[in-house]
């Protein structure tokens, strides 16, 4: 006899997959649906849990003084000039990167006086970074170009970036003193006070020497109680102590290291030095600087001043 069957049911298959079932219709959607779906195409709605009232809770401009930031470019030229902001911008930004700079070169030196490595590498390698932020800085300024310029420089009087207390406490800070540049802030006390109290302090570089004397490195005493307030200037007793440190690195790797993040360091400043060579000569030519330097040849002798002149010399020798 032959077995009951479903009339109704699909007739099961012998071999080979079970049968799909019957898709159902879906629901057809609204063109209200569609014309909400199309006003939000391209759009991120708000989440509920976003702040939105700022009477009494602190807000990013609040936070960040945007308020005093950004009413700080007050353009001098007389018509207004449309690249005098760009100019403005330029170098107030470079002012608070030289601040943070400031800030890291001084943790670090405190830090290597403490005879603690490692925090003080991380703060050379955000240096590093922040040197190359403002040496990538100088490709915006050069789209200014010369007939741009000359419309603004008579608004700049004698102004200058000569006269950046900042960078100049950057370059004590790596070790290039100068009492005279000290004078040059006389017209402002707070500032003429910071760099005479870091042409006193030993440098990033007096301090890592002094870390090696404590390590047992041939360090001179010479170099030890030498005037701080002086430049460095090379001594070859320290070239042989390198020499000993590169030669077997894997045995002073500290050491070695620091030497190398030093090297970035110097050269990432020169970097930046010739950048701004380049930009102030397709700028102004051979003009006399707004400070009153000879402008492009002045920068170019910057070019020959080094702040840790044994790190090079070393190389000489391996």
Not at 86 to 96: G, K, N, P
Not at 202 to 226: C, H, I, K, Q, T
Not at 239 to 250: G, K, L
Not at 279 to 306: C, E, N, P, Y
């Amino acid at each position: 006899m032959p077995p009951l069957t479903c009339p109704s049911a699909p007739r099961p298959e012998r071999y080979g997959r079970p049968p799909t079932p019957t898709r159902q219709p879906l629901p057809n959607t609204s063109r209200v649906d569609n014309e909400r779906d199309n006003e939000r195409e391209n759009e991120r709605p708000l989440e509920p849990g976003i702040e939105r009232d700022f009477s009494d809770n602190m807000s990013y401009g609040d936070y960040l003084r945007l308020d005093l930031l950004l009413s700080a470019q007050q353009p001098q030229s007389k018509p207004p000039q449309h690249d005098e902001l760009l100019f403005i911008v330029q170098h107030q930004t470079s002012e608070l990167w030289l601040k943070l700079l400031v800030h890291e070169l001084r943790s670090a030196r405190a830090l290597l006086r403490a005879d603690d490595l490692s925090p003080a590498l991380k703060r050379l390698a955000r240096v590093k970074h922040v040197q190359h932020v403002l040496t990538d800085q100088w490709s915006v300024l050069a789209t200014m170009t010369p007939s741009e310029y000359a419309l603004i420089r008579p608004f700049l009087a004698t102004s200058s970036g000569f006269q950046s207390a900042q960078y100049r406490e950057v370059e004590f800070l790596l070790g290039n003193k100068s009492a005279d540049m000290v004078k040059v802030f006389s017209h402002d006390p707070a500032a003429r006070a910071e760099l005479e109290t870091l042409l006193h302090e030993p440098s990033l570089y007096d301090e890592f020497l002094a870390y090696l004397d404590r390590r047992g490195y041939d360090v001179p005493a010479s170099v030890l109680e030498r005037d701080v307030s002086q430049p460095h200037r090379l001594v070859p007793q320290l070239v042989d102590t390198f020499a000993s440190v590169y030669a077997a690195p894997e045995q002073h790797w500290g050491v070695y290291e620091t030497c190398e993040e030093l090297v970035d360091v110097e050269d990432n400043f020169q970097e930046w030095r010739f950048r701004h060579l380049q930009v102030v000569q397709r700028t102004i030519g051979h003009k006399t600087g707004t400070g009153g330097s000879s402008g492009v040849d002045f920068l170019r002798r910057a070019l020959d001043l080094t702040f840790f002149p044994e790190l090079y010399e070393v190389r000489t020798r391996l």
